[in-house]
C-alpha cells in the first residue's frame, strides 16, 4: 500500500452532505463531492492488513454478512485513489461491479462494517471513495459504450429490470448475446426507480448508465408484463434462454384490527407513486398519496420505512412516528455481533436526521406492536393501538410477549406498512411451470441459478427473498454466467 502507517496518521473524515433543513426543501440529491486530496487522504487510510476481510462477500449463517457481496477489489483502489490515479480505479472498480454509482448510493456499506481499521477506530469510507470514483468517471468522460467485438447469435430474455436483472444484461451482452430487458412499468429500473426516492437515487443517474447500456447493444422493453401482454409461448419461441429477475414484490401485511381503513397503504403504494408524479410532472399531476399536513405513522423498522419518512417529511407531514418493533440497539456491538460481521448497533439513517431537524426528535418508537387500527364515522383511519412487546424465542421459534400496562393510543392521518415482503409475484411463475420452494420463492441453488425449467434461471430477490441492492447485483451478475455457460458449453464470465 502506499500508505503503510495512513490509518494511524489521518482521521476518518465522512463524505459531506447538505444539511437536512435545506434538502427537505426540495427532491435533488444531498450527498456532495469531497475534494480530491481529502479523497486520497481517506484512500491513504486503508492498511496493508493482508486479509481484508471487506471484500470477502460472504455469509455466516444464522450471524450476518460479512464484506462486499459483489467482492469489489477494494485494498486495490484505495491504494489507487492515494496514489492520484483515478482512471486505474475506475477499471478496478468495474472488474466487479457494473454499477458502482448506484451501490455508492444507497449501500449500506457492510464492507466498512468488516474494515480492519474498524477494530479500534472508524472504517475507511470505502462507500463513499467508491461514489467519487464513479462520479469523477463520468465527469471526465471516461465511462462509454463498449459493446462487444463479436456476437453468438444467441438470444436471451431478462425478465425484470432492477439491479438482478440489469446487472445480468450487462454482463451477458458482454458474453456477445443480444439480449432484452422486459419490465412491466413504464420506465426501467424496477426498485431502484420506483423503490428508492429521487433524493437517495436520482433517476438521471440510472439514465445515464442505462444509455450505455443501449449503445452496447442491450435492448429494454418497457409498459410489457410476460404472460399478459407478451405470452409464455413468443417468450420461449423467441429466445434461447431467459433469466427471472422479478424481485420480491408480494407484501407482508399488518393483519390487525381495523386494517381495512382508509389511510393505511402499503409502502411501496406510497413510494411508487410519488416517484412516478415526480419524474413525469413534479408532482403537478397530483397522482400520488400526499402526506402534506398529516399525523403519519410508518410501521417498519427498516429501509422502506425510511424512505416512507424522507418521503412524507418532503410532502410537508404534520407528524411523524416510526413503529420498530425490536428494542433499540445498544452504540457498541454485542458479543454474538463481533467483528468482521455487520455492525449491528445503534445508528441514524438520513432519514431520521432529517425527521429529528424538522420535528426535534428521532421518529422512532421501539418495542411497538400495533393492536388495532380505529377509524372516524367516515371509515378513515385516525388512530392506532399498540402495545410494547418483548422479543423472545422459544424452540427456535421467535415470539412476540407483550408487556402488561404498557398500551398506548397514537393519532394518524396516515399509515404507511414497511414490514418487508412475502416473495416473488406468483402468477408468472405459474404460467412458466417454475418450481419455487417453501417460502414462495424461485427454487434454484446459489451458484448455478437454473430453475426447474432447463432454460430458465433466476436470480436476485425472486430467489434468495427480500436483500440488498449489492447481493441483487452479485447474483445477476453470477446468474448470467451460468447462463452463458448453458448457451456456450463453457464461459468467460467471472
Same mark, same amino acid.
Given at each position: 500500500?502506499g500508505?503503510t502507517?495512513?490509518?494511524?496518521?489521518y482521521e476518518?473524515?465522512?463524505?459531506?452532505k447538505?444539511?437536512?433543513?435545506?434538502?427537505v426543501?426540495?427532491?435533488?440529491? %444531498?450527498?456532495?463531492?469531497?475534494?480530491?486530496?481529502?479523497l486520497?487522504?481517506?484512500?491513504?487510510r486503508c492498511?496493508?492488513?493482508?486479509?481484508?476481510?471487506?471484500?470477502?462477500?460472504?455469509?455466516?449463517?444464522?450471524?450476518?454478512?460479512?464484506?462486499?457481496?459483489?467482492?469489489?477489489?477494494?485494498?486495490?483502489w484505495?491504494?489507487?485513489?492515494?496514489?492520484?490515479?483515478?482512471?486505474e480505479?475506475?477499471?478496478?472498480?468495474?472488474?466487479?461491479?457494473? %454499477?458502482?454509482?448506484?451501490?455508492?448510493r444507497?449501500?449500506?456499506?457492510p464492507?466498512?462494517?468488516?474494515?480492519?481499521?474498524?477494530?479500534?477506530?472508524?472504517?475507511?469510507?470505502i462507500?463513499?471513495?467508491e461514489?467519487?470514483?464513479?462520479?469523477?468517471? %463520468?465527469?471526465?468522460?471516461?465511462i462509454?459504450?463498449?459493446?462487444?467485438?463479436?456476437?453468438?447469435?444467441k438470444?436471451?430474455?431478462?425478465?425484470?429490470?432492477?439491479?438482478?436483472?440489469?446487472?445480468?444484461?450487462?454482463?451477458?451482452n458482454k458474453?456477445?448475446?443480444?439480449?432484452?430487458?422486459f419490465?412491466k412499468?413504464?420506465?426501467?429500473?424496477?426498485?431502484l426507480?420506483?423503490?428508492?426516492?429521487?433524493?437517495?437515487?436520482?433517476?438521471?443517474?440510472?439514465?445515464?448508465r442505462?444509455?450505455?447500456?443501449e449503445e452496447?447493444?442491450?435492448?429494454f422493453?418497457?409498459?410489457?408484463?410476460?404472460?399478459?401482454?407478451?405470452?409464455?409461448?413468443?417468450?420461449?419461441?423467441d429466445f434461447?434462454?431467459?433469466?427471472?429477475?422479478?424481485?420480491?414484490q408480494?407484501?407482508?401485511?399488518?393483519?390487525?384490527?381495523?386494517?381495512?381503513?382508509?389511510?393505511?397503504?402499503?409502502?411501496?403504494?406510497?413510494?411508487?407513486?410519488?416517484?412516478?408524479?415526480?419524474?413525469?410532472?413534479?408532482?403537478?399531476?397530483?397522482?400520488?398519496?400526499?402526506?402534506?399536513?398529516k399525523?403519519?405513522i410508518?410501521?417498519?423498522?427498516g429501509?422502506?420505512?425510511?424512505?416512507?419518512?424522507?418521503?412524507?417529511?418532503?410532502?410537508g407531514?404534520?407528524?411523524?412516528?416510526?413503529?420498530?418493533i425490536?428494542?433499540?440497539?445498544?452504540?457498541?456491538?454485542?458479543?454474538?455481533?463481533?467483528?468482521?460481521?455487520?455492525?449491528?448497533?445503534?445508528?441514524?439513517?438520513?432519514?431520521h436526521?432529517?425527521?429529528?431537524?424538522?420535528?426535534?426528535?428521532?421518529p422512532?418508537?421501539?418495542?411497538?406492536?400495533?393492536?388495532? %387500527?380505529?377509524?372516524?364515522?367516515?371509515g378513515?383511519?385516525?388512530e392506532?393501538?399498540?402495545?410494547?412487546?418483548?422479543?423472545i424465542?422459544?424452540?427456535?421459534?421467535?415470539?412476540?410477549?407483550?408487556?402488561?400496562?404498557?398500551?398506548?393510543?397514537w393519532?394518524?392521518?396516515?399509515v404507511?406498512?414497511?414490514?418487508?415482503?412475502?416473495?416473488?409475484?406468483?402468477e408468472?411463475?405459474?404460467?412458466m411451470?417454475i418450481?419455487?420452494?417453501?417460502?414462495?420463492n424461485?427454487?434454484?441453488?446459489?451458484?448455478?441459478?437454473?430453475?426447474?425449467?432447463?432454460?430458465?434461471?433466476?436470480a436476485g430477490?425472486?430467489?434468495?427473498?427480500?436483500?440488498?441492492?449489492?447481493?441483487?447485483?452479485?447474483?445477476?451478475?453470477?446468474?448470467?454466467?451460468?447462463?452463458?455457460?448453458?448457451?456456450?458449453?463453457?464461459?468467460?464470465?467471472p
Amino acid at each position: 500500500m502506499g500508505k503503510t502507517t495512513g490509518f494511524m496518521e489521518y482521521e476518518m473524515e465522512a463524505p459531506p452532505k447538505i444539511k437536512p433543513m435545506e434538502r427537505v426543501k426540495n427532491w435533488q440529491e %444531498f450527498q456532495l463531492v469531497m475534494p480530491e486530496e481529502k479523497l486520497q487522504t481517506q484512500g491513504a487510510r486503508c492498511m496493508d492488513c493482508a486479509i481484508p476481510f471487506c471484500q470477502a462477500g460472504t455469509t455466516m449463517d444464522g450471524s450476518g454478512e460479512i464484506g462486499c457481496p459483489v467482492y469489489n477489489l477494494i485494498p486495490e483502489w484505495n491504494d489507487l485513489v492515494y496514489r492520484g490515479k483515478w482512471k486505474e480505479a475506475l477499471v478496478r472498480l468495474h472488474k466487479t461491479n457494473n %454499477f458502482p454509482e448506484f451501490t455508492g448510493r444507497v449501500c449500506p456499506a457492510p464492507c466498512e462494517g468488516s474494515c480492519t481499521v474498524a477494530l479500534n477506530d472508524d472504517p475507511v469510507t470505502i462507500k463513499s471513495i467508491e461514489f467519487n470514483i464513479v462520479e469523477k468517471g %463520468f465527469k471526465e468522460g471516461w465511462i462509454v459504450a463498449n459493446p462487444p467485438e463479436k456476437r453468438t447469435g444467441k438470444k436471451v430474455a431478462v425478465i425484470g429490470s432492477g439491479p438482478a436483472g440489469l446487472a445480468a444484461a450487462a454482463q451477458l451482452n458482454k458474453a456477445g448475446h443480444w439480449v432484452t430487458v422486459f419490465e412491466k412499468d413504464d420506465r426501467i429500473g424496477g426498485l431502484l426507480t420506483y423503490g428508492i426516492p429521487d433524493v437517495k437515487l436520482s433517476y438521471h443517474v440510472i439514465q445515464r448508465r442505462l444509455d450505455i447500456m443501449e449503445e452496447e447493444g442491450i435492448e429494454f422493453v418497457t409498459n410489457t408484463e410476460i404472460g399478459e401482454n407478451y405470452s409464455v409461448d413468443a417468450l420461449n419461441n423467441d429466445f434461447d434462454s431467459v433469466l427471472l429477475c422479478t424481485g420480491s414484490q408480494v407484501h407482508r401485511d399488518v393483519p390487525a384490527e381495523g386494517r381495512g381503513l382508509e389511510g393505511i397503504h402499503y409502502a411501496m403504494d406510497f413510494l411508487r407513486p410519488n416517484t412516478k408524479s415526480l419524474l413525469d410532472s413534479r408532482h403537478h399531476d397530483g397522482n400520488f398519496i400526499s402526506a402534506e399536513g398529516k399525523d403519519v405513522i410508518v410501521i417498519g423498522g427498516g429501509d422502506t420505512g425510511v424512505d416512507c419518512i424522507t418521503t412524507s417529511i418532503r410532502h410537508g407531514c404534520n407528524s411523524l412516528t416510526q413503529f420498530d418493533i425490536h428494542p433499540e440497539k445498544d452504540s457498541q456491538r454485542d458479543e454474538d455481533n463481533p467483528w468482521p460481521l455487520y455492525p449491528v448497533v445503534y445508528g441514524q439513517e438520513e432519514g431520521h436526521k432529517e425527521a429529528e431537524a424538522v420535528f426535534g426528535d428521532d421518529p422512532r418508537a421501539y418495542k411497538i406492536m400495533t393492536k388495532k %387500527f380505529v377509524g372516524d364515522e367516515n371509515g378513515r383511519v385516525k388512530e392506532l393501538h399498540t402495545i410494547d412487546v418483548d422479543t423472545i424465542y422459544e424452540d427456535g421459534k421467535k415470539i412476540r410477549k407483550e408487556i402488561p400496562g404498557t398500551e398506548r393510543v397514537w393519532k394518524a392521518d396516515l399509515v404507511f406498512l414497511a414490514v418487508g415482503f412475502t416473495g416473488p409475484e406468483q402468477e408468472l411463475l405459474e404460467k412458466m411451470e417454475i418450481e419455487t420452494d417453501d417460502k414462495s420463492n424461485v427454487k434454484a441453488e446459489y451458484g448455478e441459478y437454473k430453475t426447474s425449467r432447463d432454460n430458465v434461471f433466476a436470480a436476485g430477490d425472486n430467489r434468495r427473498g427480500q436483500s440488498l441492492v449489492v447481493w441483487a447485483i452479485h447474483e445477476g451478475r453470477e446468474a448470467a454466467r451460468e447462463c452463458d455457460r448453458h448457451l456456450m458449453g463453457t464461459t468467460n464470465l467471472p
